[in-house]
């Protein structure tokens, strides 16, 4: 049956849950497989670092226990390395001037090109 | 209740879904970019947003906000989220196309329409027609002919090597498409018959690794693309089309939900074919894994949430013309 009206959007709710209660998991900067072998117990962590023109990517990559990367900005894509990874971000990579942090000025303005800012330096209100 | 056909064969239902994708794309919600930065931003990890905070979004803006939110919210295992990586990812679609589905049926007024699908295994040619400025619009460069080129997004996720990936709120602009440049093709017809083989709906631990006691991966990892690297089914649809149907906000282009559509009927004709079963089930053998189980909750921001218990029959809300799989 179709809604006689428009289906509400629940997130503009005062006290809306995103999550519906099932909070979300923080985003690790590194990756930790763990398997049993011949009877021992083996760890292995990997942490990329990736430096693009001198600049740190700040956002975090994945390995998988198949040995294959995994980048959330690239949500169906999990090639056999990193660097064919990178490649891809670098081609998607538009070249515009970073639009501003939303928030970082007055509430429901911006569009302007402050230059880059971390992400860690909001204030906004928004969550980190 | 609305009947699901192919795109390609069905002119009238591919012409009121373009139609209405329009219609909503141009249907204000008085809601602005800002206020999605103060409202959902706290709640999710990782939330980056920059633009235009005085930008005002669409119901059409409003699916690729949803799709990029809920695959934000990261579960336990490998590349799982609240809509992907895991059992979720059928479900959680399911009654995504179906909020979209409903907002359809209003903005057309036609309550029994049924979303169309895509069938790639059996359409599959960069040249198709399905690509005519007339029915989808061009797969390479931004679509600005035909009734899809009337589209306008306000809400897309670029990456930027400075500060990675976050959701850009800017002015109404046409979607873009870039498809078939990398090597990956389409699934074919046979990828197809073995998905619908796969014996087990899914299998611990529930994510991108999933993999049965031989080594199978299980009908939902196969078919969401993990099983068959860099990118395979549902994933190399989305990697084919590329442009806007590559990165979170992927539901920006029409085309998603042709995919989608056609990956919910292969889900409909594997369990008409082997029974209406799910896992993880939350409790007893097979554990659980908090986001996927069968009574979970899902990420809703159009509309009530549901469970997949719930959506496992979808018999109340819709039936496709043809479940027919070539094995």
Known sequence: ?128 | MGTRRDVQTSQADRDAYVRGCVLLSREMTGITAAQINQQIGPQVPGWQMRGDGSVEVSRWDLYALWHYVTMSLATGGQRSNRAHGGSIFLPWHRLFLLRLEQDLQRVLGQPGFGLPYWDWAEDRDLGSTLWRADRLGVNRGAVTAGPIGALRIRLSQPIDPRVGSYLGAHQPRAIARDAGRGTLGLPTKADVARCVLEASYDHPPFDAGSQGPDGEPGFRNLLEGWATPPAGFHNAVHVWVGGDMSPGTSPNDPVFFLNHCNVDRIWEAWMTRGGRTYRPLGTGPGGSHPGHNLHDPMVALLGETLTPADVLDPGQWYAYDDLDVEL
């Open chain 1, 1 to 128: 049956m179709a809604p006689q009206n428009e289906i509400e959007v629940r997130f503009t709710r005062p006290g809306f849950d995103v999550t519906e209660g099932l909070p979300a998991e923080a985003h690790h900067h590194g990756s930790v497989r763990t398997f049993e072998y011949e009877g021992r117990h083996v760890s292995i962590e990997t942490h990329y670092r990736i430096v693009i023109d001198g600049v740190e990517f700040p956002d975090p990559i994945q390995v998988s226990d198949d040995g294959t990367v995994h980048y959330h900005g690239l949500p169906q894509y999990a090639p056999l390395s990193a660097v064919d990874l990178v490649k891809v971000i670098i081609d998607l990579a538009t070249g515009q001037p970073l639009p501003p942090p939303i928030g970082a000025g007055d509430p429901g303005h911006g569009g302007h090109d402050h230059g880059v800012q971390d992400r860690s330096s909001h204030d906004d209100g928004g969550g980190r």
